[in-house]
C-alpha cells in the first residue's frame, strides 16, 4: 500500500520554503544583472558618471550574504526539527513497548492470582504458578530499573561507586554471574585472552553493561548460541569484546544501535521483546567510566562485534579516574556519617 504524500508535514513545508528562497535569489540576482548591464551600456554612452556608480556591488554582495545567512540559519532549524521528529517517533515506538511490557506480565500474574483464589490448585502446580509469577515480577522490576537508570543518567544524578580493580578477573568474576543469571551453557561462552591492567571501574555500573550485551547476543540469535569474550590490555586501555553469531548489524543501523529507545525492526526476526535502552545505557556507563564502546558487523546473519575501550589506572586519564575515586570516597564518607 503506498503512503500519500502529506504536502502539511513541517519538513515538506520547510523544503518548499527553502525552494521559494532559492527562487527568489535566483530572480534577485537576475534582475540586478540584467539592471546592471543595461545601466552601464546606456551610462556608458550617455551618462558615464551613473555606469561609475552603477559599479558598486555593495548592495548585492550585502543581499547575498542575508540570504545565505538566512538559509544556513534555515538548514541548521531543519536538522533540529528533523532530529526532533525522529526522537518523536522513537519515543511513541518506546511508549507502545513499555506499554506491551508492563500489560503482558501484569495480566499474567493476575491470570495466576486470580485461578489460585477461585479454584482449589494441587501444591504443585501452586508452585508452579508462584515462580511464574516471580519471574513476571523480575521482568517488571528489570523494565522499571532500566526506566530509572535512563532517567538517572541523563539528571546526572547516579549513585556510582568506583574502585580499582584488576580488571580481567572482575570481567571473568561478571561473566559467571551473568552465565549464571540468564541460565547458559558455561560451553556457550568462551573467554579468549587475559587483563592483568588494573582500571577504576563501578562493579555494579559494569555488571549491568555484560548483562546487556550478553543478553542481546542470546537475543539476536537465530541458531545454536555461542559467544566469544576476548580481552586485552595495550599500553594505555583495556580492550574488551564481545562476538556473537547472531543475525548482524546493517551498516545503516549501525551508526543507530546506540540511540534511545532505537530497536531493529526486520520483517524476517521474531518480536523481540525490548524498550530500545539497553545499549544507549551501556554507552552513557562506559562514557561514565572515561571509556568508549563501538559496533561493527560485516552485515546481517554475519554476527556482531561490541568492543568496548576503557582506561588504565595511573596511566590513561588521570586526573579524570582520581576525580572518580575522590568522588566515591567522599560519598562512602557521607554515608557513613549518615
Known sequence: ???????????????????????????????????????????????????????????LVSGLVLLISVLVGMYFIFIYLNKQLSMTRLYDNFIANVTHELKSPLASILLYLETLRDRKVPQ???????????????RLQS????????????????????HVYRIGDAVKTLLGETIELFKLDPDSVRIE?????????????????????????????????????????????????????????????????????????????????GTGLGLHIVQEIIRSHGGKISVFSEGENRG?????????YQVSKKRFLKHLLKATKKLEKQSDAA
Open 193 to 273: 585472552g587475559d587483563a592483568p591492567c588494573t582500571c577504576v571501574i563501578d562493579y555494579n555500573a559494569l555488571k549491568v553493561v555484560v548483562d546487556n550485551l550478553v543478553d542481546n547476543a542470546v537475543k539476536f540469535t537465530s541458531g545454536t548460541f555461542h559467544l566469544t569474550i576476548q580481552m586485552s590490555c595495550t599500553s594505555k586501555f583495556f580492550n574488551l569484546k564481545f562476538i556473537d553469531q547472531g543475525i548482524g548489524i546493517s551498516k545503516n543501523n549501525q551508526n543507530k544501535i546506540f540511540h534511545r529507545f532505537f530497536r531493529i525492526t526486520k520483517p524476517d526476526i521474531p518480536d523481540i521483546r
Open 143 to 162: 523494565l522499571i530499573n532500566s526506566i530509572l537508570k535512563l532517567s538517572g543518567i541523563e539528571k546526572k544524578k547516579l549513585i556510582a561507586h568506583y
Open 304 to 312: 556482531s562485534t561490541f568492543t568496548i575501550e576503557l582506561p588504565i
Open 124 to 138: 504443585t502446580r501452586q508452585q508452579e504458578f508462584v515462580s511464574l509469577m516471580v519471574k513476571d515480577v523480575n
Open 1 to 59: 500500500m503506498r503512503h500519500r504524500i502529506n504536502i502539511f508535514h513541517p519538513v515538506f513545508i520547510f523544503i518548499l520554503a527553502q525552494l521559494a528562497w532559492l527562487f527568489l535569489l535566483g530572480l534577485w540576482i537576475y534582475w540586478y544583472v540584467s539592471n546592471y548591464i543595461i545601466l552601464k551600456q546606456v551610462g556608458e554612452n550617455f551618462a558615464p558618471q551613473i555606469a561609475a556608480k552603477s559599479t558598486n556591488l555593495v548592495a
